[in-house]
Structures are given as C-alpha cells and as structure tokens.
C-alpha cells in the first residue's frame, strides 16, 4: 500500500519583480510504499530540496497533489498542516536542530510536549528507541557534551518518538565522517526493517546505496530510477554512479 503519492507537482517561483519564473519541478510522479527506505538523489538545482519542503508541507506546490496515508495535504489550512506534520511526519536535518538548552531526553520528547500529549505515557517508547539505536546512556546529557554521530541519532529518536507515518531526512549524513555516517545509515536500515518508511534526500553515493529504491531528479522531474532487487550495497553503490555519470551527460544509455 502507498503511504505516499505524489501526482502532477509543479512549483514554480517568480522572480523578485515578476519578469521571470523559475520552474523547480515540472511534472513529479511518484509512490512511496508503506516500509520503503527511498532515496532522492539529483544535482544541485534539480528541485529534490523543494521537492522535500513540499512533502514536508512546509511549502505549497503550484499544482499537483500530495497525499500521505489518503490525507491531501493540500486540502490542509495552516493550523490543520502544524497538527498534521507534528503528527505524522518525523524529521531528520543535516545540522541535527537540537536544542542545547535541553538534555538528550528532552530534546527527543519535544514533539511530545509540543503535541501537547503527556510525556510519561511515552516513557516506554522511549526507553525502547533509545536502547535501539544506542543513545540509553547518554540522557541526561546535553547535545554540546556529545558527538556529531551521537546528535543524529538523537534527531532520529526525536522523529521516532511520536510512531510517524513517513521520515523524512535532509542530508542527514552531511554534517558526519565517514564511521558517523556509516553507523547512522545502519540505523536507518535497522528502523526501516522494523517497518518505518523513510524518504532520504542525499547527495552521498554511499548514503543511497543503503537505500531500497533511488529516485534520481533532473530539471524538475523524475529522470530514473533504481530498484536494489538482489544487489549488495557496494553493486548499488556502482549503479548509482554510473546513473548520475550518465545525467551529468544529459542522456539515458
């Protein structure tokens, strides 16, 4: 079953004086099953860090839908979308977003405390992600006394917290080594086998190859796509190269 369906989005911007107008996306189609790890990759400019604010509903398209669980978020008003986003979507940026002035535990039950539900009935939940993805000893920390590696994986218990229906992550390997980053996609592999469907937008070969499906974006649309199937991560590793060598060519073989 599709927990997300993308049809027809366009966006387009105008410039400051209204003489030209920038097409970011064209004409996207796409599905993301319930369990999928989807990566979107595309060069700079290709439209795949609009495409992430719109499925985060923190832009509008011009036209076209988004639905998530049979929800069209464009039917939403404001106040309906915080609630629903709060809700439903969980979010894991480049720079972490944690707040210093809130231990580790805090700042992962934030969605909680902002949903204005009560903490205590996620005590559980939360024991049971943090042993998970190896954080239990550090709660009573703060995010500047931890490590980059460590903070993400805070910003992914934070998205966990409230059981979303879909994750998205923003470059969530940008700001890591190469050890950090391994460790954090090798807990999104484990989350996304334990049934949590994520949608990755990344610029990192290694970080796609982790994924189940690619999503390659050009000039504002879906150009391809490649399915792991039966591949290891290193043969997906080469095929996604070979993919994005063939788009800086401008053509498909």
Do not use: C, W
Not at 34 to 44: D, L, N, T, Y
Not at 104 to 133: A, F, H, M, Q, S
Not at 217 to 239: C, M, N, P, S, W
């Amino acid at each position: 079953m599709a927990i997300l369906k993308v049809m027809g989005i366009k966006k387009t911007y105008t410039t400051r004086f209204g003489n030209n107008q920038v097409h970011a996306l064209k004409e996207v189609n796409f599905d993301v099953e319930q369990g999928e790890f989807v990566a979107i990759m595309g060069e700079s400019g290709s439209g795949k860090t609009t495409l992430l604010n719109l499925l985060a509903a923190f832009d509008k398209p011009t036209s076209g839908t988004i639905s998530i669980d049979g929800k069209e978020l464009i039917t939403l008003n404001d106040n309906a979308l915080a609630s629903y986003r709060r809700n439903n979507l969980g979010f894991v940026f480049q720079d972490f977003n944690l707040l210093d002035t809130l231990s580790i535990k805090d700042n992962i039950l934030l969605p909680i405390v902002l949903g204005g539900k009560n903490v205590n009935d996620y005590k559980e939940r939360l024991n049971t992600i943090t042993k998970e993805i190896g954080i239990d000893t550090i709660l009573r920390k703060y995010p500047y006394e931890i490590s980059g590696g460590q903070k993400q994986r805070v910003a992914v218990a934070r998205a966990l917290i409230t059981d979303p229906k879909l994750i998205l992550a923003d470059e969530p390997t940008g700001a890591l080594d190469s050890q950090s980053s391994d460790d954090l996609l090798r807990v999104f592999e484990k989350i996304n086998k334990n049934g949590q469907t994520i949608l990755m937008v990344t610029h990192s070969v290694a970080a796609a190859s982790h994924a189940n499906r690619i999503l390659f974006i050009k000039d504002g649309v879906v150009f391809h796509q490649i399915y792991r199937g039966d591949a290891t991560d290193e043969e997906l590793y080469k095929k996604i190269s070979d993919t994005l060598t063939m788009l800086r060519k401008g053509g498909e073989n």
